[in-house]
């Protein structure tokens, strides 16, 4: 039997899985909530910088500027792959690029990704 965690609603379930043939699955769920994963503590940024944040969960594809390069406002800084699609994130202002994660991360929504000061 494999056991997952789902979340439904905002609470957790831990779920088990149970293979019984080649096309029939049986699936049996424990009725106690799971504690919810804790999140990681959020990166600090530079007190005079403004934050890029991921606008929603994805992957970090690719830098489309080296570290600390200055961009232009509007300027794609980054590609984030979101369900298959890539997605510019854009500098929100003229300045240097401090990225805050790393190529092949996974983020959430409202994830720092860089700082631009």
Do not use: H, W
């Not at 003229?94 to 720092?112: E, I, M, P, Q, W």
């Amino acid at each position: 039997m494999r056991k997952f965690v789902v979340t439904i609603d905002g609470k957790s379930y831990e779920v088990g899985v149970e293979e019984i043939g080649a096309d029939q699955t049986v699936v049996n769920t424990v009725a106690a909530p799971v504690a919810a994963p804790v999140a990681a503590a959020p990166v600090a940024a530079p007190a005079n910088g403004e934050k890029v944040v991921s606008p929603f969960p994805g992957l970090i594809k690719k830098f489309l500027v080296n570290e600390g390069d200055t961009v232009k406002k509007d300027q794609p800084i980054l590609i984030l792959e979101a369900m298959k699609m890539d997605n510019d994130i854009t500098s929100p202002c003229d300045g240097k690029v401090s990225f805050k994660t790393a190529v092949g991360n996974n983020v959430d929504t409202n994830a720092l990704l860089a700082v631009i000061g």
